[in-house]
């Protein structure tokens, strides 16, 4: 596996992405399908070509909640996000010792 070269910064970017998805369980009695929020999550350094090739492969794009949109409904896209930034925004990174 080879090391990406990623300079060290105070922040990272990162994207989010929040969509609907559907699902069923094809071995119950009944056809019932559910519907979730997934949102997920992939890193943006900007002018680094060998990490945006990266990044971009569905496989790079990382999940971070997934909430069924029942809940949704009723409090609301924006306030789930905001709550999701708010956590990523606080959140600390240790490597290597290091804060």
């Known amino acids: 596996?080879?090391?990406?070269?990623?300079p060290p910064v105070e922040?990272?970017?990162?994207?989010?992405?929040?969509?609907d998805i559907r699902s069923n369980n094809?071995?119950?009695s009944y056809r019932?399908?559910?519907?979730?929020?997934?949102?997920?999550y992939k890193i943006h350094l900007?002018?680094?070509?060998?990490?945006a090739k990266l990044t971009s492969?569905?496989?790079?794009?990382?999940t971070i909640r997934v909430i069924k949109s029942e809940v949704t409904k009723t409090t609301k896209y924006n306030k789930l996000l905001r709550f999701l930034?708010?956590?990523i925004e606080d959140l600390q990174i240790k490597?290597?010792?290091k804060l």
């Open 46 to 51: 900007l002018k680094n070509t060998e990490v």
């Open 57 to 62: 492969k569905v496989k790079n794009i990382q």
């Open 26 to 28: 094809p071995l119950s």
């Open 85 to 87: 930034i708010d956590k």
């Open 95 to 97: 490597y290597k010792k």
């Open 32 to 40: 019932a399908t559910e519907s979730f929020l997934h949102v997920s």
């Open 1 to 6: 596996m080879k090391k990406l070269q990623i």
């Open 11 to 19: 922040k990272l970017k990162i994207i989010l992405y929040a969509d």
